[in-house]
C-alpha cells in the first residue's frame, strides 16, 4: 500500500489542515506548552478559505464541478484525508515570496542541511511509513528540478540511498514554463535542472525529467498554461498510465515491478534517464476496432483526431503497436533551449531508441493484466541486447483511466463516460544525450569555477552513456 509524505513551503498546502476528521494530534496538542512564562504577542496570517468545492464537501451538500477561478492550490481539488504525519511544511521560505523567493538550487540543498541537522528528516518523517511496509518495492521521489526543490531532493534522495542502499529510488523530475524574454530566468532555470540532472541521475535508481507544459501538442488538448491545476492533470495521466503495471497483481504471471522497468530501460548499465510519451485514445472506437465486423479503418482512435490513424489500422496489431510506441502524441522530455518545432522533428527522427516499456491500458489491452512473459520473450529480449536492437517490454492492462470530477477538461472528444485508454510509454534514447550536452554547454557559462569542472565532466559521462555502441555520426555536436 502506498504511503505519501508531502513537503511543502509555508502557505503552500492552501486550506488544508495536518488536523482533519479521520486523524487527531493528541500528543502534538498536549506538547504545545513551552517554559516561556512571559508575555506573549500572537501574529496570525489572513486565514486560507477552502475552495468552494471542498466546502461543499465538508458540508455534505453536491460539490460544483473545480473551474481555473476557484483552483488557487494544488489542495483546492484534492479530496483525500491526508495523515497529519504525512502533511510537513517548511516554514523557513514562503510561497511565491519575492524578498526570499525559493528559486536557487544551492537555497534547497542548504535548506535540506540545516533541518536535517536537526531533525534528521528521514527518521521523523519517513521511516515511520517505511517500517509499516511489506515487501516495500520502492520509493518513488516527485519534485521540481529546476528550481531550489531540485537541490533539496537531490540531498534527499542522496540520503534515501545511505539509507535504503538496495531499494529502487525512482524520481520524476518536473520543469516548470519558461516565461520568453527572461533569458536570465530561463539560465538559471537550466542550472538548476542541470544540477538536478546530475544529482539526482547519480542516486537514484532512474530519473525521468518531465517538462510541465509541452511546447507541442496535439490538437485534442486543451490546455491552460497558467493554471497548474489543468498542467498536473497532463502530467497526472501520464505517469499514472505507465506506471500502472507496477501496481497491479500479475492475472497468473509474475508481478511486475520497477526493477523490471529499469532491466528493460537500463541496457548498458548507465541509461538511468528516460523519455515519457503518452497519447489518449477513444476506447469506444477501440472496441469496435476489435469486433468481428468493426470497421478498421472507422478513424483514428485518438480524440479528437478523427482520420489519421488509417495507416497503421490496417497492419498487424503488433507491428503498428510499435510504431506508434515511438510516435506518441504528447512528448513531455523537456526540450531544448531556442528550438523551433521543425528542428524538434529532425531529432525525433534521428534519435536512437535503446531500451522501452510500454504501457497499454483500455478494451485494446486483449491479453488481461501484466505482460507477455514467456521462454521466448526471454530469448528474443537477450537477443535484442546483445545484437544492440532496442529492448521492448509491453504491458496490458483493460483498466481505463477514469477522470474524475475534479479532473480538468483538457481533452477534446472524449466521451461522456469519463474513461479513456491510454497509451504510455518510457524510452532511453539519444534524444537524451542532446539535452545533457546542451545543460553541459549552459553550465560552462553559468557555473562558478570551483564546481564547473566536475559537474561539467560529470554530464558529460552522463551523455556518453546515450552514444555507446550507437552514433549516427551526422548530428554529433561539436565542443567549443
Same mark, same amino acid.
Given at each position: 500500500?502506498?504511503? &505519501?509524505?508531502?513537503? !511543502?513551503?509555508? /502557505? =503552500? #498546502?492552501? $486550506?488544508?489542515?495536518?488536523?482533519?476528521?479521520?486523524? %487527531?494530534?493528541?500528543?502534538?496538542?498536549?506538547?504545545?506548552?513551552?517554559?516561556?512564562?512571559?508575555?506573549?504577542?500572537?501574529?496570525?496570517?489572513?486565514?486560507?478559505?477552502?475552495?468552494?468545492?471542498?466546502?461543499?464537501?465538508?458540508?455534505?451538500?453536491?460539490?460544483?464541478?473545480?473551474?481555473?477561478?476557484?483552483?488557487?492550490?494544488?489542495?483546492?481539488?484534492?479530496?483525500?484525508?491526508?495523515?497529519?504525519?504525512?502533511?510537513?511544511?517548511?516554514?523557513?521560505?514562503?510561497?511565491?515570496?519575492?524578498?526570499?523567493?525559493?528559486?536557487?538550487?544551492?537555497?534547497?540543498?542548504?535548506?535540506?542541511?540545516?533541518?536535517?541537522?536537526?531533525?534528521?528528516?528521514?527518521?521523523?518523517?519517513?521511516?515511520?511509513?517505511?517500517?509499516?511496509?511489506?515487501?516495500?518495492?520502492?520509493?518513488?521521489?516527485? &519534485?521540481?528540478?529546476? !528550481?531550489?526543490? /531540485? =537541490? #533539496?531532493? $537531490?540531498?534527499?534522495?542522496?540520503?534515501?540511498?545511505? %539509507?535504503?542502499?538496495?531499494?529502487?529510488?525512482?524520481?520524476?523530475?518536473?520543469?516548470?514554463?519558461?516565461?520568453?524574454?527572461?533569458?536570465?530566468?530561463?539560465?538559471?532555470?537550466?542550472?538548476?535542472?542541470?544540477?538536478?540532472?546530475?544529482?539526482?541521475?547519480?542516486?537514484?535508481?532512474?530519473?525521468?525529467?518531465?517538462?510541465?507544459?509541452?511546447?507541442?501538442?496535439?490538437?485534442?488538448?486543451?490546455?491552460?498554461?497558467?493554471?497548474?491545476?489543468?498542467?498536473?492533470?497532463?502530467?497526472?495521466?501520464?505517469?499514472?498510465?505507465?506506471?500502472?503495471?507496477?501496481?497491479?497483481?500479475?492475472?497468473?504471471?509474475?508481478?511486475?515491478?520497477?526493477?523490471?522497468?529499469?532491466?528493460?530501460?537500463?541496457?548498458?548499465?548507465?541509461?538511468?534517464?528516460?523519455?515519457?510519451?503518452?497519447?489518449?485514445?477513444?476506447?469506444?472506437?477501440?472496441?469496435?476496432?476489435?469486433?468481428?465486423?468493426?470497421?478498421?479503418?472507422?478513424?483514428?482512435?485518438?480524440?479528437?483526431?478523427?482520420?489519421?490513424?488509417?495507416?497503421?489500422?490496417?497492419?498487424?496489431?503488433?507491428?503498428?503497436?510499435?510504431?506508434?510506441?515511438?510516435?506518441?502524441?504528447?512528448?513531455?522530455?523537456?526540450?531544448?533551449?531556442?528550438?523551433?518545432?521543425?528542428?524538434?522533428?529532425?531529432?525525433?527522427?534521428?534519435?536512437?531508441?535503446?531500451?522501452?516499456?510500454?504501457?497499454?491500458?483500455?478494451?485494446?489491452?486483449?491479453?488481461?493484466?501484466?505482460?507477455?512473459?514467456?521462454?521466448?520473450?526471454?530469448?528474443?529480449?537477450?537477443?535484442?541486447?546483445?545484437?544492440?536492437?532496442?529492448?521492448?517490454?509491453?504491458?496490458?492492462?483493460?483498466?481505463?483511466?477514469?477522470?474524475?470530477?475534479?479532473?480538468?477538461?483538457?481533452?477534446?472528444?472524449?466521451?461522456?463516460?469519463?474513461?479513456?485508454?491510454?497509451?504510455?510509454?518510457?524510452?532511453?534514447?539519444?534524444?537524451?544525450?542532446?539535452?545533457?550536452?546542451?545543460?553541459?554547454?549552459?553550465?560552462?557559462?553559468?557555473?562558478?569555477?570551483?564546481?564547473?569542472?566536475?559537474?561539467?565532466?560529470?554530464?558529460?559521462?552522463?551523455?556518453?552513456?546515450?552514444?555507446?555502441?550507437?552514433?549516427?555520426?551526422?548530428?554529433?555536436?561539436?565542443?567549443?
Amino acid at each position: 500500500m502506498p504511503r &505519501t509524505v508531502i513537503y !511543502d513551503l509555508k /502557505g =503552500g #498546502f492552501g $486550506s488544508l489542515k495536518r488536523v482533519n476528521e479521520l486523524y %487527531e494530534l493528541e500528543s502534538e496538542a498536549q506538547g504545545r506548552g513551552g517554559v516561556w512564562t512571559g508575555p506573549t504577542v500572537i501574529n496570525t496570517a489572513p486565514p486560507i478559505y477552502p475552495s468552494p468545492y471542498l466546502a461543499s464537501l465538508s458540508t455534505g451538500a453536491i460539490p460544483p464541478r473545480p473551474t481555473i477561478s476557484t483552483v488557487k492550490y494544488w489542495s483546492d481539488f484534492s479530496h483525500l484525508y491526508y495523515h497529519p504525519r504525512s502533511i510537513v511544511q517548511l516554514n523557513d521560505y514562503s510561497l511565491g515570496s519575492s524578498i526570499q523567493p525559493f528559486e536557487n538550487y544551492t537555497s534547497g540543498d542548504e535548506l535540506f542541511d540545516s533541518l536535517d541537522k536537526e531533525h534528521d528528516l528521514l527518521d521523523r518523517d519517513l521511516r515511520l511509513w517505511v517500517e509499516e511496509c511489506d515487501q516495500m518495492q520502492g520509493i518513488q521521489v516527485f &519534485t521540481g528540478s529546476d !528550481d531550489a526543490w /531540485g =537541490g #533539496f531532493a $537531490s540531498r534527499y534522495v542522496e540520503r534515501l540511498r545511505d %539509507e535504503y542502499g538496495k531499494v529502487g529510488i525512482w524520481v520524476w523530475g518536473i520543469e516548470g514554463w519558461q516565461e520568453e524574454g527572461r533569458k536570465d530566468k530561463k539560465l538559471l532555470k537550466a542550472t538548476n535542472g542541470a544540477k538536478a540532472l546530475h544529482d539526482l541521475s547519480t542516486y537514484a535508481s532512474h530519473y525521468v525529467p518531465i517538462s510541465n507544459i509541452p511546447p507541442h501538442l496535439p490538437k485534442y488538448v486543451s490546455l491552460n498554461r497558467l493554471s497548474a491545476w489543468h498542467t498536473s492533470a497532463l502530467l497526472a495521466i501520464a505517469i499514472e498510465s505507465v506506471a500502472l503495471p507496477c501496481r497491479l497483481r500479475g492475472d497468473g504471471r509474475r508481478r511486475t515491478t520497477f526493477n523490471d522497468f529499469e532491466a528493460a530501460l537500463n541496457t548498458n548499465g548507465n541509461q538511468r534517464i528516460s523519455q515519457l510519451t503518452f497519447s489518449i485514445l477513444d476506447p469506444q472506437v477501440l472496441k469496435d476496432k476489435r469486433k468481428p465486423d468493426g470497421d478498421p479503418f472507422r478513424g483514428d482512435p485518438r480524440a479528437g483526431n478523427p482520420q489519421q490513424f488509417h495507416a497503421l489500422a490496417g497492419e498487424d496489431s503488433k507491428e503498428a503497436s510499435d510504431i506508434a510506441g515511438t510516435n506518441l502524441d504528447v512528448d513531455l522530455f523537456p526540450e531544448e533551449m531556442h528550438e523551433n518545432l521543425e528542428s524538434r522533428k529532425r531529432v525525433e527522427k534521428a534519435a536512437h531508441v535503446f531500451g522501452r516499456v510500454e504501457s497499454l491500458r483500455g478494451p485494446f489491452a486483449v491479453h488481461g493484466v501484466g505482460s507477455q512473459y514467456d521462454d521466448a520473450e526471454e530469448y528474443s529480449r537477450k537477443r535484442r541486447r546483445l545484437y544492440g536492437i532496442p529492448v521492448l517490454e509491453k504491458y496490458r492492462s483493460s483498466l481505463p483511466f477514469e477522470m474524475l470530477d475534479t479532473f480538468p477538461e483538457i481533452f477534446r472528444g472524449v466521451s461522456d463516460s469519463g474513461l479513456v485508454a491510454v497509451h504510455a510509454s518510457l524510452s532511453t534514447s539519444s534524444t537524451v544525450a542532446k539535452r545533457v550536452k546542451e545543460l553541459q554547454r549552459v553550465v560552462t557559462r553559468t557555473v562558478g569555477l570551483d564546481e564547473r569542472e566536475s559537474l561539467s565532466n560529470g554530464l558529460g559521462e552522463i551523455a556518453e552513456a546515450y552514444e555507446e555502441g550507437w552514433s549516427s555520426g551526422s548530428d554529433d555536436d561539436s565542443d567549443d
